[in-house]
């Protein structure tokens, strides 16, 4: 989702903390994909199907709350 009119908005906050900030769609693959937490090209279809995820360390939504 590249072009302005598709891009997604995707926010995050640490687990032990409910201060959402937004993330970018490289960053989020990055902290998602890239540390293990989901097989490379599974994060952002599970985030977009279920709404939310989580990693070890962090939530990612769709909406800036739980």
């Known amino acids: ?6 891009t997604i908005k995707i926010y995050k906050t640490y687990v032990d903390k409910e201060q959402w900030f937004e993330v970018t769609e490289k960053q989020f693959i990055s902290q998602t994909e ?3 937490a989901y097989k490379k090209g599974t994060a ?9 995820i989580r990693t ?3 939530y990612f ?3 800036p709350k739980f």
């Open 1 to 6: 989702m590249t072009n302005n009119k598709n």
């Open 34 to 36: 890239g540390r293990g």
């Open 44 to 52: 952002l279809f599970t985030l977009l199907d279920v709404g939310i």
């Open 56 to 58: 070890d360390f962090a």
């Open 61 to 63: 939504s769709l909406t």
